[in-house]
């Protein structure tokens, strides 16, 4: 596709539910990364991808919090036993990696955990 | 601890006018910054960058100004439009990853 598409575009799970969110990054585009937005702020970087490998996940809030892209394309964010402090905008963003480049975003994933 | 601010969550403007949004940054060691614009229910869209070997860069109505030694940054917007009505993020990146800022909510009035 042209862009970065996520899914879904939202998300209600009850308290204690398991949620998958889905980042289809622009085809060919070697860094994928996660942000996760709470109401008021700016986005914080949670993970990197470098094509298949996870070089950075020094943002990721708990172990409930999962990222994996298998094939280096396609990534999946997890978050276990879902909180209320979960509540976010999940937002992916893919770029053609080194330094400075220009990072797309995706329209994001609006997770609510009631 | 807060690398990137942006101390003003909203601002208004008169369509025609210039809006000038503020960042300010601790970190000497940035050499790039970005500024985003998002709107309602949508990811963040790129639309100007300066690298820290310049202290201007235009893009038709945006231009970026950048001043190294008070650490401070700012989007010009001239002439507003409604259509300019979002929230803007000035970012860095660190290494790879993106330090943004808490954004201003612009809103340019008809």
């Known amino acids: 596709g042209a862009g970065v598409s996520q899914s879904p575009r939202y998300k209600v799970a009850k308290r204690g539910q398991d949620v998958a969110l889905r980042c289809d990054p622009i085809?060919?585009?070697?860094?994928l990364f996660w942000y996760q937005q709470a109401l008021g702020q700016g986005p914080e970087f949670l993970t990197y991808?470098?094509?298949?490998?996870?070089?950075?996940k020094s943002g990721l809030p708990s172990d409930r919090f999962f990222a994996e892209r298998p094939e280096g394309s396609v990534s999946t964010l997890k978050i276990q036993r879902t909180q209320q402090e979960d509540s976010a905008v999940y937002l992916c963003a893919s770029s053609r990696g080194g330094i400075n480049t220009e990072a797309f975003f995706g329209q994001g994933t609006r997770l609510t955990v009631v | 601890d807060q690398q990137v601010k942006q101390n003003s969550p909203s601002l208004s403007v008169q369509e025609g006018r210039i809006s000038i949004l503020n960042c300010d940054y601790t970190?000497?060691?940035?050499?790039?910054f970005l500024w985003y614009k998002k709107y309602p229910a949508e990811g963040p869209t790129f639309l100007i960058s300066?690298?820290?070997?310049?202290d201007k860069n235009e893009d038709g109505r945006f231009t970026v100004f950048l001043n190294k030694s008070a650490k401070h940054l700012s989007l010009h917007i001239v002439p507003s439009q409604p259509g300019d009505s979002a929230v803007y993020f000035c970012?860095?990146?660190?290494?790879?990853?993106?330090?943004f800022g808490t954004g201003t909510r612009l809103k340019v009035l008809a």
């Open positions: 970190n000497s060691m940035f050499d790039y």
């Open positions: 970012a860095a990146p660190r290494t790879y990853k993106y330090i």
């Open positions: 300066i690298s820290s070997i310049k």
């Open positions: 991808f470098q094509n298949e490998a996870q070089l950075d």
């Open positions: 085809s060919g585009h070697v860094s």
